[in-house]
């Protein structure tokens, strides 16, 4: 393995980082989903301005409506040393007033950053939706 690549251990760390987030918000786990973020993270939603900070995050992620599942399709990390980039894509499930299933296609692009004690957190991510 070259110098600075990241290794087998981190990806796995970083894909595990992702998922959970996810599953943090399918869990309506807020708080959990927030102690994946730095605490100077810039969240990209479509056609809004950017989220940046925790106290922001936090007031962003209040407002999400329910999500019954996310189905990840395909996830590829990389980086080196300190800075990784996931690029995910996924298939967000929700419900309709009437509790039909609805299916939203989407992906993301997440920067990531090894903190002292070794763990990842997201520093910036943008997401939008895919046909």
């Given at each position: ?59 962003w992620i209040r407002d ?68």
């Open positions: 393995m070259a110098e600075g690549v990241l290794s087998e251990r981190d990806r796995d760390a970083i894909e595990q980082v992702v998922r959970t987030t996810l599953g943090n918000i399918t869990d309506g786990d807020r708080e959990s989903w927030l102690g994946h973020w730095t605490q100077d993270a810039r969240l990209m939603p479509p056609g809004r301005p950017d989220v940046t900070g925790h106290d922001q995050l936090a007031a999400w409506p329910p999500v019954r599942r996310f189905e990840v399709e395909s996830m590829v990390v990389e980086g080196a040393g300190d800075l990784a980039v996931a690029i995910c894509s996924f298939v967000r499930v929700t419900e309709d007033a009437a509790g039909a299933e609805e299916r939203q296609p989407a992906r993301q692009v997440l920067k990531l950053r090894r903190q002292p004690d070794g763990t990842w957190l997201i520093a910036a991510a943008i997401f939008n939706a895919r046909q």
